[in-house]
């Protein structure tokens, strides 16, 4: 008996982590279809959607972990919407959760691109007052869906107003197109770079900290030595 009630606690464990729920491949494909489906405005503009549905309505992963494999896909090559989407799912069933949700990414987008250039021609939609009316009103939308998840990103990343300067500063640098100095790789790099001396820094201070509380302990033992043998 108390086998049975143990296999099914762990059962139960199990069905409660994350990735381990039940029809957990058709969930990836179906929440990450919807996202490319209803998403405008490219990669930046489907983070705040993704970040919704996976931290905070499914919560498949923490939040800083979400960052974390953020900041790993805009690093990489290629499409910043389908690298995330391949990390979350690589992070929830391996492989084939990968598989799932680059397809429920990539599929919504194909087949839309493939009914306007087949439907759409380009002297339809800029001669067409409507459709044209509706891509003017769709991109201040976009504007706000890419500002949202800055937002979100950066009170998640402790960004105060002593470290605000360099998010701003950097932003400004990648948009003024400026050779080699508005390359975003370089400031990965460079934010790669400052974090690890930022470490080695704070290792290097408590060190010290610790060599420090030491001495004074030393101190401490030789002065209690010195009053017992003057007693």
């Not at 930046?44 to 790993?72: C, G, T, Y």
């Not at 896909?73 to 598989?99: E, T």
């Not at 408590?206 to 009053?227: F, P, R, V, Y």
């Amino acid at each position: 008996m108390s086998r049975e009630k143990r296999k099914g606690s762990e059962d139960l464990k199990k069905a409660a982590e994350p990735g381990r729920e039940k029809g957990i491949y058709r969930k990836l494909f179906s929440t990450f279809a919807r996202i490319g489906a209803f998403t405008f405005g490219g990669g930046w503009a489907m983070i705040s959607l993704i970040e919704r549905e996976v931290v905070e309505k499914r919560q498949w992963i923490p939040r800083e972990e979400f960052l974390d494999l953020l900041a790993v896909a805009q690093s990489l090559p290629g499409i910043l919407a389908v690298n995330i989407s391949v990390a979350v799912g690589d992070r929830m069933r391996g492989m084939r959760g990968s598989v799932a949700a680059a397809l429920g990414t990539i599929m919504p987008c194909f087949l839309i691109i493939l009914a306007i250039a087949i439907f759409l021609t380009p002297d339809l939609i800029q001669n067409n007052h409507i459709v044209s009316a509706i891509f003017k009103g769709i991109r201040p939308a976009v504007v706000a869906l890419i500002v949202a998840p800055v937002i979100t990103s950066g009170k998640a990343a402790k960004i105060g107003w002593k470290t605000v300067w360099i998010p701003v500063v950097a932003a400004l640098l990648i948009w003024s197109k400026w050779p080699v100095i508005s390359n975003p790789i370089l400031f990965v790099i460079l934010g790669g770079l400052g974090g690890y001396l930022w470490l080695r820094r704070q290792e290097k201070r408590l060190h010290i900290a610790k060599l420090d509380s030491a001495s004074e302990e030393k101190i401490e033992k030789l002065d209690k030595q010195e009053k017992e043998e003057g007693l």
